[in-house]
Structures are given as C-alpha cells and as structure tokens.
C-alpha cells in the first residue's frame, strides 16, 4: 500500500486499486448490463419507494426511455443522464416539482421545430430526433460521425456498449480519445469502472495519441514526475479513496491550476508512475494529462494549495 505524507506530518495509508474500485472484476464488467454500472452516487428515479412508474408517465406524457435516465444527483437534483442531447437536463429537487415542469410550458421553443404545448412534448422530440439520426448512422456502420451525435459526457459510456460492434481498436481509441478529453468529472458522469474496463481489453491504448502525442510519451523518462490537483468546498475533507483518480498531468503548474480550479480548499497530490504504465498521453485541452490507475503511483505527497 501507499503512504501518503501531508505537509503537517500527517500520514494516510492508501488502498490498493482492487480495493478502491474492485466492485468489479475484469471478467463481470464486460458481462453486465450497463445500467449495472454507474457512479455510486447515482440514484434512479424508478428505484425512488415511492414512484409509480406508469402512473408517472400517464401524468406527464414523457417518453418512457426517458423516464428510465432520470437519476438523482447531489449536486444537481433529479437530472437525465442520457447518451442523447438531454444529457444533464435538470429537473428540478423534487418528484412533484419535475412533475409540474415537465406539464408546464417547454422552456424554449424553436423556429425550426414544432410549437410544443408542454415540456414533455419539448423532450420528447428532441429525444426522438436523436434517436433517427443515430439509427441512420448506425446503419451506415459511420462510428466516428456517429459519435459525435453522443452527448460528450456520454461518449464513453455509449463506446462501452458498442466495443464489440465496432470492432476496431484504431477506431474504439479515436472515440475514446474524444469522449475522454471532452467529458467533464468522469468518475461521475461514468465511473472509473467503465474506463479501465475498455483500456484493459485494447491491445494498444497508445493509439489514442497523436503523433506529436506520442513524440513526448517516447521522450518521457522511465521513471514518470505526476500530479493530480484536487479542490474541495471549505468545509469537505480530502477522500483519497475518490480522489486518486485516473487523470494526471507531467506539468506541476496544471496540478496546482485544477487544485484551485473550483474552490479555495485545494490539494496537490504528486508522485511518481513508470512510464510503462502510463495508458496515453494527451494534450488536445493543453493539459498534458497521463492516464494512470492510482495503483501503479509511487512516492506519492499531498501538499495544501490555495488560490493566489
């Protein structure tokens, strides 16, 4: 196991990765339904004791797909979490109050669609224009184009399921290249689950870099310098079981930089990776971010930052 050293002498062992995220093997990843997977902090509206799913329906006139997407988050209430444009629509922090938005009037209307007499209506055709797109896309075995018709923070979770369809790792590691460096908070838009599942059963992670990608990966030396900031709100303490995740950068001043990113409350976590156990390196947001399992960190030291 890790130590890790805080700057008041403090020390926090670590757990291993199969003891901060085994809630899965390898082999029972690939084999259950997606909507096993989720973030822990995910909770379905159709699991809430006191939905009534057909009556809800009934009631509001939603397309019943999406009924099935809508969760509960902490952070944003009851939320789509969809591969379609709904994707992190808000609904409100309560059953009923979703209830009276989605049969009230549509947030928007749009010169090019029809004129909707309620927010459900509104939904309800976005949602299938989406899925007439995609079905022509997907018909057309066109991967990548259809890709990009998945919302960015469900880029990854739709490659999970389409992995044996597509059948191609050139490919698969261009849409994850994409889905990754444009999803934001993968440990809760996915979970870390998805995304080591899909690195482990590709042959070759490295051709999600470009060639100037790889050009610095090759450069690197064996033993690799990382670092991971962390902000918390002020009254938070720091997780390490959450927040030893799989995003690193080689540049310390990015570490700092998303340390304070948010809130004031921030953390540099730094250590040190073999280079063999880097996934990729990427650089599409300027980030110079590595992928790593929180495993393989060594050395590791957690120094208070704060916004200057």
Same mark, same amino acid.
């Given at each position: 196991m890790n130590e890790l050293q805080l700057e008041n002498g403090e020390k926090i062992v670590l757990p291993t990765m199969n003891e901060n995220y085994g809630k899965f093997s390898d082999e029972e990843l690939q084999s259950l339904p997606v909507g096993e997977l989720q973030p822990e902090d995910w909770t379905h509206l159709t699991d809430y004791y006191y939905f009534d799913y057909d009556e809800f329906v009934e009631d509001t006139g939603l397309n019943e797909e999406i009924v099935n997407q809508i969760v509960f988050l902490d952070l944003l209430?009851?939320? %789509? @979490? *969809?591969? *379609?444009y709904l994707n992190n629509h808000m609904m409100g922090g309560s059953v009923g109050g979703m209830r009276l938005l989605l049969k009230g009037e549509p947030m928007m209307n749009h010169p090019l669609h029809p004129n909707y007499k309620t927010e459900s209506e509104r939904l309800n055709y976005l949602y299938k224009m989406w899925k007439d797109e995609k079905k022509k896309l997907e018909d057309e075995k066109d991967w990548i184009e259809l890709s990009w018709k998945v919302e960015k923070n469900g880029v990854l979770r739709w490659l999970f399921r389409k992995w044996d369809d597509i059948g191609d790792d050139k490919i698969r590691m261009e849409i994850f290249r994409n889905g990754y460096t444009s999803m934001e908070f993968p440990r809760t838009n %996915?979970?870390?689950?998805?995304?080591? *599942?899909?690195?482990? @059963?590709?042959d070759n992670t490295h051709l999600m870099m470009d060639e100037e990608e790889q050009k610095v990966y090759d450069e690197l030396p064996d033993m690799v310098k990382v670092y991971r900031g962390v902000g918390l709100k002020d009254d938070e303490e720091l997780e390490t079981d959450d927040e030893l995740g799989i995003s690193w950068s080689i540049s310390k001043e990015k570490g700092e930089w998303f340390s304070n990113r948010f809130w004031n409350n921030g953390y540099l976590i730094e250590g040190e990776v073999k280079k063999e156990h880097i996934y990729g390196y990427l650089n599409g947001r300027q980030e110079q971010e590595v992928i790593v399992e929180p495993r393989f960190i060594e050395n590791i030291k957690i120094t208070k930052t704060s916004r200057k």
């Open positions: 209430g009851w939320t %789509i @979490k *969809s591969e *379609s %996915i979970g870390y689950d998805f995304i080591l *599942s899909m690195l482990h @059963k590709t």
